[in-house]
């Protein structure tokens, strides 16, 4: 019973404040809007006794929802994001996209014949978690986690005001220039 | 020593938690505002009364509107970071009984202190005003440099215990402190802890030269909760740091619920006297040395720690 009074306010909270994301004005009442909603999904993990990737996902998210909120900022074009401004674009191509797509998932989840539960859960399933990780899953962990890492650092290069540019000129014809401002341990 | 079998007890001693955590961070604001006096040449004695004359003060004090602020969230990340304090000592046992026992304790505390990133940027970004919201990207300069060193930090005590649940991290302990063969941990948890409760070394976000930054347009309540929160994260930390490194509720003669209050007060104490003595860290020199210095040396730790566990079988 309160289980599902829990799910339920959980649920509510995810898509309204999912919804909220596209309805507001703001950049930043956007960014926590969506994180907002990624905390409710985190926390309703939890009724599923799957406590680690619940309060993971809570983690983060939160801290994804910080730093996104800086970057859509800092990049948001000509546009000074500090201001109110439209949340979407091309609303109704996108709406039809979204409520189709809503629609297929939630037929989906709601006609298919689910399994029925094989075998028994482990007593702690952080630990079995970290096994099939660190196990069966190890290759695509070991794949998966450079080009995400390289991805980052390369964005990081291309952006950095420090970065290759500033040294090496806007055509990147210049060689061997030292940042503008120093950098590193020393400075 | 015996081992100390920690128990849940029920949601109902919530608010003396809550009461145990403000009382701490008001010994240790009164023993902040005692130094301060005595450095600026008055009684000491006037300088204890500083948490309740503030809140005197303050509370009688008209609320500050800024024009076109964002009041929901400045408001919401305002009253957050004492919430978010709370949310904090819920997995931290007090000698045999904790609020809650969940298995991944330590990842609980850690996703709050993730929180406390989207509140102060907020708390900067209500307002509608420049200097706030410098002070709110400040704070998120820091903290990408000290969250790495914290989440390895926390990951040592873990990797001993084999286990997050922060009750068997204090069993583990009985016998040697963990802060006995992980010093670099302790440390850097503790340079955390002054980062995540934006206090000391770390608290450019409010500093002086953007005019109070976060705290510039707050005022009454609004810049209380603020100047609170911070005070019980402090608290809560010390606590946490307490419970990981310093062997919880493990101690002679007194019960270990006192213990946990004791070495609780006297960490804390130790960053109060330590805070004068610190220069503040600029967000923007930190990131080099904490990525490049504090971050290695943690995993270090980690790694040593790792090994001795191997090595244990």
Redesign the interface.
Known sequence: MLTDIVFWVLAVIAVAAGVAVFVVD?M??AT?AL?ASFVAVGLSLLLMNL??IG??T??MM??E???M??YMIMFMGMNPA?MPMNMVHSAKGALSVAVGTFAVLATGALFIPWPSRRGVTGT?L?VALGEALMGPKMLVMITVSPVLFATIVAAIVLAAPSGRYDRLGDDLRRRSATARRP???Q? | MNAVEIVQVSAAWAPLGALLLLALATVATGLDGAIAARAAGHPWQQGLRLPWAETARLLRQRRRTTVAADRLLWRTAGAGLLVTALLKIVVVPLGAWTLSDMSVGLVWFNAMDILVWALVWLAGWGPNSAHSLIGGYRFLGQALSYELPLMFALTAPATAAGSLRVGDIVTAQQGLWFIVWMPVAFLVFCAALMGFSVWGPFSTPFGADIAGGVLAETSGIDRWLLLAGRWALLTAGSAFGVTLFLGGGAGPVLPAWLWVLVKTGILLAALVLLRRRLPALRPDRIAAAAWLVVLPLVLLQVLIVSVVVVGRG
Do not use: K, W
């Open positions: 703001s930043a009442r926590y994180a406590e680690f309060v993971i809570v983690l939160v801290m929802m910080a730093i909120a800086i500090l702690d952080t950098e590193g341990v400075r």
